[in-house]
């Protein structure tokens, strides 16, 4: 007679996993105390400190060779904003006044004294008046962001040159401030103190913002991350690693590379944790966006500034 079927085993059980079931919108990372592993004084360099070391130098020696043009696009702005707003007086800040500028970087510069007017209406004055420049071939006002700025392009004269012959376009950031003084330029000041005090946090963020640039993922406007923001995060690793101030070659540059894209790659919770400034820069993340009733920011990182946040 035909044997009975055998009778039914109950499925094996899921294999053990240490994820969690979470709310939407919630990091399924539990929150890690992990801090960066240390790096070790500099020994024998490792064929990825010297190719980054050369990058720098590269770096370095094409942004040198952009300074007169750059030059020359600031003094052609100084003259029209004066023509216009004669009380007015353009100032710049950023990465080439702190030694962190790559051939991309944008020329920031702040319009101090502007006429009394609200900053969206300020901007698009601004526009206006940069328009009728004939070295500025195109501008986008983004007025409604948390600090309203103009974004210029720029044709450099004095037959500036690109690669391959073409006409070099430099990219130009305004912004206003109604009084003699800029938070930019504080930030900026402090930056080139840091940079001064540890090169590896300069060499480590002249690549990332280069490898950011190829990837469009530089400009914070179409969701990108600013430059200050990742010398702020390149600054917090280099700090939370051990790594002095005793200059660039107390440090293997590429470990230093690798254990940044690791750390934050693998280790580090934007969920949970914020970066700031200080001798301590990782510390628990508030939840501010959840009491707001708006969803939380990817990555929170604290500004030179006292209570700026990025």
């Known amino acids: 007679p035909?044997?009975?079927p055998p009778p039914l085993l109950p499925p094996p059980p899921p294999p053990p996993s240490d994820r969690h079931p979470t709310a939407p919108g919630h990091s399924s990372r539990q929150p890690s105390d992990r801090q960066p592993a240390q790096l070790q004084p500099l020994a024998v360099p490792s064929g990825l400190h010297w190719q980054v070391v050369r990058f720098v130098e590269r770096n370095d020696a094409e942004v040198l060779a952009q300074q007169p043009a750059r030059h020359t696009v600031v003094d052609t702005l100084a003259r029209r904003l004066a023509s216009e707003w004669p009380y007015a007086q353009l100032v710049c800040y950023g990465s080439r006044w702190c030694s962190l500028a790559?051939?991309?970087?944008?020329?920031d510069c702040v319009v101090l004294n502007p006429p009394p007017l609200e900053l969206p209406a300020a901007i698009y004055a601004l526009r206006a008046i940069f328009e009728r420049e004939a070295a500025v071939v195109g501008s986008v006002a983004i007025a409604g962001a948390s600090v309203p700025i103009l974004k210029l392009q720029v044709a450099a004269e004095h037959a500036a040159r690109e690669?391959?012959?073409?006409?070099?376009?430099?990219?130009?950031d305004l912004s206003l401030s109604n009084g003699p003084v800029h938070h930019g330029l504080t930030a900026t000041h402090i930056a080139a103190g840091e940079v001064e005090a540890r090169p590896a946090?300069?060499?480590?963020?002249?690549v990332l913002k280069a490898y950011m640039a190829q990837l469009a993922l530089n400009q914070t406007y179409t969701g990108g991350l600013c430059s200050h923001a990742l010398f702020l995060l390149a600054r917090a690793y280099i700090v939370a690693a051990g790594v002095g101030t005793d200059g660039c070659g107390s440090v293997d540059l590429g470990r230093a590379l690798l254990g940044f894209l690791?750390?934050?790659g693998t280790a580090f919770d934007p969920a949970t944790t914020l970066v700031r400034w200080g001798s301590d820069p990782f510390a628990r993340r508030p939840p501010?966006?959840?009491?707001?009733?708006?969803?939380?920011?990817?990555?929170?990182?604290e500004g030179v500034d006292p209570g700026s946040r990025n």
Do not use: K, M, N, W
Not at 201 to 206: E, F, H, K, M, N
């Open 2 to 4: 035909p044997q009975p």
């Open 201 to 206: 946090v300069r060499a480590l963020t002249v």
């Open 262 to 264: 690791e750390y934050y």
């Open 288 to 301: 501010l966006a959840a009491a707001r009733g708006y969803p939380p920011p990817p990555l929170c990182v």
């Open 163 to 172: 690669r391959h012959g073409r006409p070099l376009l430099l990219q130009v």
């Open 102 to 107: 790559t051939p991309e970087s944008d020329i």
